[in-house]
T-cell receptor
Framework: DAGVTQSPTHLIKTRGQQVTLRCSPISGHKSVSWYQQVLGQGPQFIFQYYEKEERGRGNFPDRFSARQFPNYSSELNVNALLLGDSALYLC????????????FGQGTRLTVV | RKEVEQDPGPFNVPEGATVAFNCTYSNSASQSFFWYRQDCRKEPKLLMSVYSSGNEDGRFTAQLNRASQYISLLIRDSKLSDSATYLCVVNNYGGSQGNLIFGKGTKLSVKP
């Protein structure tokens, strides 16, 4: 059984660039959430999508956007990258938006230089 | 006040020790509670859910006190493989910060 898959696993970008991160949820899971984890902190909520609709948005600037596709996979886009965007970006999948158990992908480690 | 607060750690303990982690949460409407484990540079993985009646899974025991808004995790007979960061997590379905609210985590190092 495939778990949550994210791509790429590592990424280096320069300030001002744009980045797209991808996530495929566990088969049958319709809800995808994105989290940002900076070193020494717990994951911080960015977005939640369910059935292609945004169900929640955390306290992140408009440079962050996301979408969910008909196959429930998702993309997270970050524009005008800042050094402070360097973090581990985690995707979590669950059966439904209120699902109590979330399964995380291995994450994308983004470094902005 | 942060929504979920944990012991800052780190905890450095010898093999075989018993170690306890504490966590408090601020939203009395929180619906469900978890402990996740995160190994260095890896994704968080669910360790166990936490129920009001308390629950046990082998060497791990979790407790929830809703009145005090307090969650705990007890690890008995620590193993080297228990070394990781333990994240206290609260589910506030429908909340403005999404479903899962994470604490900063407490790092545990178990030494031989």
């Amino acid at each position: 059984d495939a778990g949550v898959t994210q791509s790429p696993t590592h990424l280096i970008k320069t300030r001002g660039q744009q980045v797209t991160l991808r996530c495929s949820p566990i088969s049958g899971h319709k809800s995808v959430s994105w989290y940002q984890q900076v070193l020494g902190q717990g994951p911080q909520f960015i977005f939640q999508y369910y059935e292609k609709e945004e169900r929640g948005r955390g306290n992140f600037p408009d440079r962050f956007s996301a979408r969910q596709f008909p196959n429930y996979s998702s993309e997270l886009n970050v524009n005008a990258l800042l050094l402070g965007d360097s973090a581990l970006y985690l995707c979590a999948s669950s059966l439904n938006p209120g699902g109590t158990e979330a399964f995380f992908g291995q994450g994308t480690r983004l470094t902005v230089v | 006040r942060k929504e979920v607060e944990q012991d800052p750690g780190p905890f450095n303990v010898p093999e075989g020790a018993t170690v306890a982690f504490n966590c408090t949460y601020s939203n009395s409407a929180s619906q469900s509670f978890f402990w996740y484990r995160q190994d260095c540079r890896k994704e968080p993985k669910l360790l166990m859910s936490v129920y009001s009646s308390g629950n046990e899974d082998g060497r791990f025991t979790a407790q929830l006190n809703r009145a005090s808004q307090y969650i705990s995790l007890l690890i008995r007979d620590s193993k080297l493989s228990d070394s990781a960061t333990y994240l206290c997590v609260v589910n506030n379905y429908g909340g403005s910060q999404g479903n899962l609210i994470f604490g900063k985590g407490t790092k545990l190092s178990v030494k031989p």
